[in-house]
């Protein structure tokens, strides 16, 4: 807007009620925004610690032996084995904790009801002995019927809320026959392999088994021999067992 005044041209600079009409003018053009929303933006919050603890928690679930940061309890091969009127079972000493050996002369393998039953144990020292307490009780209860015993203790073990808790694997041998037990209700006999019965448990018991496997179809080795070739095998690929073995046995006449 500009008016002429002494022969000069003068601009004037628009009135603010214009500016005010003006600014109007445009925010009608704006589309409505709900006034319960803001108008900075959404921030967007990422959950990473809790996923975290989330995850770490379920594989303490997943792996009941762990002790946190990679450290998990592996120190066991036992191995038994029947052939002819012998049945010897045979376990390492080897105790690790992580990367560190805790103790080599452990001992794995407990006589039971008289000494007329092996039992041997992978897993938690303390849960092992609790579950031989209650097998012992079986035993006594069932007159040394060692499958009855075997059936009952799985089931108790499968069903009691205490007994769920405890992490531990058994194998359990009179003269005759043997049995491996588990957690999850297991009560699991062997097949016969050649003339005989071989089980195995633990961190080193594959390695025994295959050895024991192959000694007994292609030799006459007794199950004495057997057992100590076989934990020497395994002693030597399994870094979680040692040759620090013991070794019980049943013989038939006893």
Not at 83 to 95: P, T, Y
Request: glycine share 8%; proline share 4%.
């Amino acid at each position: 807007m500009a008016r002429v005044k002494n022969g000069r041209k003068q601009v004037l600079s628009a009135s603010p009620r214009n500016d005010n009409q003006k600014s109007k003018g445009n925010s009608k053009t704006k589309p409505p925004q709900p006034q319960n929303q803001p108008n900075t933006p959404t921030a967007i919050y990422c959950p990473v610690r809790p996923m975290r603890k989330n995850i770490a928690k379920t594989d303490r679930n997943v792996h009941p032996l762990d002790l946190g940061e990679g450290r998990r309890v592996r120190s066991t091969t036992v191995i038994c084995v029947r052939r002819g009127d012998s049945m010897v079972m045979a376990a390492d000493g080897q105790v690790t904790l992580g990367s560190t050996v805790m103790k080599h002369s452990a001992k794995k393998i407990r006589r039971l009801y008289n000494e007329k039953i092996l039992a041997g144990f992978a897993g938690s020292t303390a849960d092992a002995f609790s579950l031989f307490t209650r097998f012992e009780a079986k035993l006594e209860q069932y007159g040394g019927n060692l499958g009855r015993s075997a059936v009952e203790l799985a089931k108790d073990w499968r069903t009691d809320k205490l007994l769920r808790q405890l992490q531990a694997l058994l194998i359990v041998a009179d003269t005759k026959q043997m049995f491996l037990l588990s957690g999850d209700g297991d009560v699991i006999e062997p097949d016969a392999v050649g003339d005989g019965l071989i089980a195995t448990i633990g961190s080193g018991g594959s390695f025994a088994l295959a050895a024991a496997t192959a000694l007994m179809e292609n030799t006459q080795m007794t199950a004495r021999e057997i057992v100590e070739r076989s934990m020497k095998i395994a002693a030597e690929i399994c870094i979680y067992s040692n040759q620090s073995v013991t070794i019980e046995e049943l013989k038939a006449a006893e």
